[in-house]
C-alpha cells in the first residue's frame, strides 16, 4: 500500500492511492464558542440541496450537540470504538511541520489491514441503520440527564433551561478530507477529488449505489438516496466556490452554510495557501483544529475548541492542539483579532488579507478588496423602548 | 462513568449514554462565565450592556452564573477580561 504524508498526524501512512495533493484544499473553519444551533445553515444547504424526493433524512449539514448528539447516532462514538483505544501524539516532536506532534497509534486505514471486517474494507466502519439517520438534531440542548434525574439514578442530573452540565455545538459538513476514506472505499472508482480546489465529488454516472463510502468515511457524510439508489455527499457548493454561478459575476463565493450563519462562526479558505487567512488560524495561530484527526484522512474542516468543555473529551475530539488553541483563542493577538473579524463579513471568498491597526482589509481572487471590517467596532445603543427584551 | 440504561430498556427517545465528567478542579462556570464576556466584548458590547444580560432571567445561561456567583463576581469578571 502506497505511503502518503498526513501533516495531522506528522508522519506518512498507508493510503490504497498514491498521494496527489490539489492545487489548492478547500478548508473552512468554524469557531465552536459562537454557534447558537439556530440550524440556518442546515436550512441553507437543506433548501439548495437536498430538497428532492428520496433526500428526506439526508443533511449534509448539521449540528449536533455534544457530547450526545450525532447524526446519525452515536456515529462518533462508534468510529472510535472500531478504532480503538490508541497511544495519541508524541508532542515532543512538536515542530513547524508537525504541528502536534507524531501520531504513534494507527489510522482508519491502517486498522483495516489487520482488522477488516470484509475483504476490500479500506478502512474500518460501519453502515449505520435506518433509525440512526433518522433523527438529526437527537438530544440537541441535552445536558447529563434529566430521565436519568428523575429515575433517582442520578442525584445531580439537571434539565433545563437551567443546568450546570456543559454541552456545545458541533457543525458538521464534509471535511473534503486530503485521504478520503469514502474515496479509498469506492469499488467502482466512483469518488475523485479535484485537482483544482480538492473538492470531494461523487460522480454520479458511476456509482451503483454499494455504500462503501457510507460504510468506510468515519464521519458519515456520504448519504445514500433510496429514491435514486446511489450516494450523494456536500458539494462544498462548488458552483459558488468556482464563481460559476448566476450573480456573483465570476468570483467565488462561499458555501452556503458559511454564508448563511447568523453567528458569524464560519471563514471558508485554503489550507495549504499562506495568503489565506485560514491558513494562518489553523497553521500559524493554531487556533483551529481538525476533527479526529487520528482518523487519518486529514480533514479540511478545523475548529475553534469551546473553551468551557473538558479538556479530555476535546483532546479526544481534536487531538493535542487543544489546549494551545484555546489559549490562543483567549488571548488573541491583534492579527488573530482581525481575522476574526473576517468570519461572516462577506459573501465572497476572501483569497488573502491585510490586518491594520484599527481594520482588516480581505482580498478576492483577483486581489481587489471584497470586505473592509472595523476591528474596533462602533457601540451604537438602540433606545430603550427597542430593546429585544422580554 | 456510571451506566444509566442497559440495551434492553432503550427506547428511541431516551438518553442512553452514560456521564462525561468535566475536569475535576477546573470551575467550568467560570470559564463559561468569561467565554459569554469575551464573545460580546468582541462584539463591542459595553460592560453595561453585558452586565444588563447577565441579570436578566430571559437569558439563562449568563443568568445562572449571575444567580451563583452573585453581581460583584460578573463585575470583576466584566472590568478584568480584556479582548
Not at chain 1, 129 to 145: G, L
Not at chain 2, 55 to 78: Q, S
Amino acid at each position: 500500500m502506497p505511503k502518503v504524508y498526513n501533516w495531522q498526524l506528522g508522519r506518512e501512512m498507508d493510503y490504497p492511492y498514491e498521494g496527489k495533493r490539489s492545487k489548492r484544499q478547500f478548508a473552512a473553519v468554524f469557531n465552536i464558542n459562537r454557534c447558537i444551533a439556530c440550524q440556518t445553515c442546515t436550512m441553507a444547504c437543506k433548501s439548495t440541496w437536498t430538497y428532492s424526493k428520496g433526500q428526506e433524512a439526508m443533511w449534509w449539514n448539521n449540528v449536533e450537540t455534544k457530547p450526545y448528539g450525532g447524526y446519525p447516532q452515536h456515529w462518533d462514538i462508534k468510529a472510535l470504538e472500531l478504532l480503538g483505544e490508541q497511544p495519541g501524539w508524541d508532542t515532543n516532536q512538536a515542530d513547524t511541520e508537525k504541528p502536534y506532534g507524531v501520531y504513534q497509534g494507527e489510522t482508519l486505514f491502517e486498522a483495516a489491514k489487520t482488522r477488516a471486517t470484509e475483504s476490500g474494507q479500506q478502512a474500518l466502519g460501519y453502515l449505520p441503520t435506518e433509525k440512526e439517520w433518522r433523527s438529526p438534531n437527537f438530544y440537541e440542548d441535552t445536558a447529563y440527564s434529566s430521565i436519568a434525574s428523575q429515575q433517582g439514578k442520578m442525584a445531580d442530573g439537571t434539565v433545563l433551561p437551567e443546568h450546570k452540565a456543559w454541552f456545545f455545538y458541533l457543525q458538521r459538513i464534509c471535511n473534503h478530507c486530503t485521504y478520503p476514506a469514502c474515496l479509498a472505499a469506492c469499488p467502482r472508482g466512483a469518488i475523485y477529488k479535484r485537482p483544482e480546489d480538492g473538492v470531494v465529488l461523487i460522480d454520479q454516472s458511476q456509482c451503483r449505489g454499494y455504500r462503501k463510502c457510507v460504510e468506510q468515511c468515519p464521519y458519515k457524510k456520504p448519504m445514500f438516496n433510496p429514491e435514486t439508489r446511489i450516494s450523494e455527499k456536500c458539494i462544498a457548493c462548488y458552483p459558488r466556490l468556482e464563481g460559476t454561478e448566476a450573480l456573483t459575476a465570476g468570483e467565488p463565493m462561499v458555501t452556503r452554510c458559511i454564508s448563511a450563519c447568523v453567528g458569524k462562526i464560519r471563514l471558508q479558505g485554503w489550507i495549504d495557501d499562506p495568503e489565506s487567512p485560514v491558513y494562518y488560524l489553523v497553521r500559524v495561530a493554531k487556533v483551529a483544529l481538525p476533527l479526529y484527526p487520528q482518523f487519518g484522512t486529514e480533514p479540511n474542516v478545523y475548529y475553534i475548541p469551546p473553551r468551557w468543555a473538558p479538556r479530555g473529551y476535546l483532546r479526544q475530539m481534536f487531538g493535542p492542539g487543544v489546549d494551545h488553541a484555546i489559549d490562543a483563542y483567549a488571548h488573541p493577538d491583534h492579527e488573530l483579532l482581525g481575522i476574526l473579524q473576517l468570519f461572516g463579513a462577506t459573501q465572497w471568498l476572501v483569497y488573502s488579507y491585510t490586518v491594520k491597526d484599527d481594520e482588516v482589509i480581505g482580498y478576492g481572487r483577483k486581489g481587489h478588496e471584497v470586505v473592509r471590517v472595523p476591528i474596533e467596532d462602533p457601540v451604537i445603543v438602540r433606545p430603550e423602548k427597542h430593546l429585544n427584551v422580554t | 462513568m456510571e451506566e444509566l440504561h442497559t440495551e434492553d430498556d432503550r427506547s428511541d427517545f431516551e438518553l442512553t449514554h452514560h456521564v462525561v465528567s468535566g475536569d475535576p478542579g477546573r470551575d467550568h462556570i467560570a470559564e463559561m462565565a468569561e467565554a459569554f464576556i469575551l464573545e460580546f466584548k468582541r462584539m463591542r458590547w459595553t460592560n453595561e450592556s453585558i452586565l444588563a444580560m447577565f441579570r436578566n432571567p430571559f437569558y439563562a445561561g449568563p443568568y445562572y452564573v449571575y444567580k451563583e456567583r452573585g453581581e460583584e463576581y460578573v463585575l470583576d469578571l466584566l472590568n478584568r477580561l480584556r479582548t
